[in-house]
């Protein structure tokens, strides 16, 4: 085995004798799965029943919506668990022995990436299969189209793995950005359910915002997936085109660890 697959099977064994990893997987499922039956109920059931204040989403395709509750909900996850791969490391002052067991920082650096990227992406099947089933069951028994036989609803699983794979690698970024494991889950949690919630609410409202408000990481996610109940309900007349997203969101990523290898990741570990 060469000494980058070394470092790469070392940052699995790793993330797998932690609990964190699978609390968070079981976390995004139950999460998903919950919010993906209540969204199908919401734009389905609720809105005919007399007095009921449901959303009212007429001509739309109902199913896109709800499976990609999966991303829309759920990317939180994979970008916590990025993150803290590195900032785990810092806080229990494990890193300068990984340092010395692989002297090339950057082989560290593409392990937690290559790790962050595979669990990512499980992390995307699992929720995908975790919003697709209720999600589903619920169009069905409404007699809704749960579009399950149409390649374009596959298309759609396939790049909400993508999107989770991506946000894993995104996470790295920050975690070599922002070192505090306090720090950066602060930073993720105040983003991306305050900072860019707001922003992007104000900007369907503000012409002069909706072209910035695009590029923000969470709307490129949606844009990558191609359906999300809050860009729907946002207005996404201005979404990018499904490989723009995910160019813009792996952005993100290339931004933060070029700025975090250049500064922390280069500086003396005690």
């Known amino acids: 085995m060469t000494a980058l697959g070394r470092a790469i099977a070392a940052e699995f064994a790793k993330t797998f004798t932690t609990r964190m990893w699978w609390l968070l997987l079981l976390i995004l499922v139950g999460y998903a799965g919950l919010g993906a039956a209540g969204i199908a109920f919401a734009l389905t059931v609720a809105p ?61 650096l593409v392990g937690k990436l290559v790790v962050a990227a595979v669990l990512g992406a499980a992390y995307g099947v699992a929720g995908s299969a975790a919003t697709v089933g209720p999600g589903a069951a619920v169009l069905n028994a409404v007699g809704e189209d749960t579009q399950l036989g149409d390649g374009a609803t596959w298309a759609l699983v396939a790049r909400m793995v993508l999107a989770m794979a991506i946000w894993g690698v995104v996470g790295v970024g920050i975690g070599v950005l922002i070192p505090s494991q306090v720090g950066s889950i602060v930073a993720i949690l105040a983003f991306t359910q305050f900072v860019e919630p707001i922003a992007r ?31 729907t309900l946002a207005g996404g007349s201005d979404a990018l085109e499904w490989w723009q997203g995910g160019l813009v969101l792996a952005g993100y990523a290339v931004v933060f660890l070029v700025i975090g290898a250049t500064t922390f990741w280069r500086r003396d570990v005690t």
């Open 48 to 108: 005919q029943t007399p007095g009921a204040g449901g959303p009212q989403l007429g001509g739309l395709e109902l199913a896109p919506i709800v499976y990609s509750m999966a991303t829309a909900s759920g990317f939180v996850f994979p970008l916590i668990l990025g993150a803290m791969s590195v900032t785990s490391e810092v806080r229990h002052r494990t890193l300068s022995t990984t340092f010395l067991a692989t002297p090339h920082r950057w082989m560290v």
């Open 201 to 231: 609410t104000a900007a369907a409202f503000v012409d002069a915002l909706s072209g910035v408000a695009r590029f923000l990481p969470g709307a490129a996610s949606d844009a990558l997936v191609g359906a999300s109940f809050y860009s």
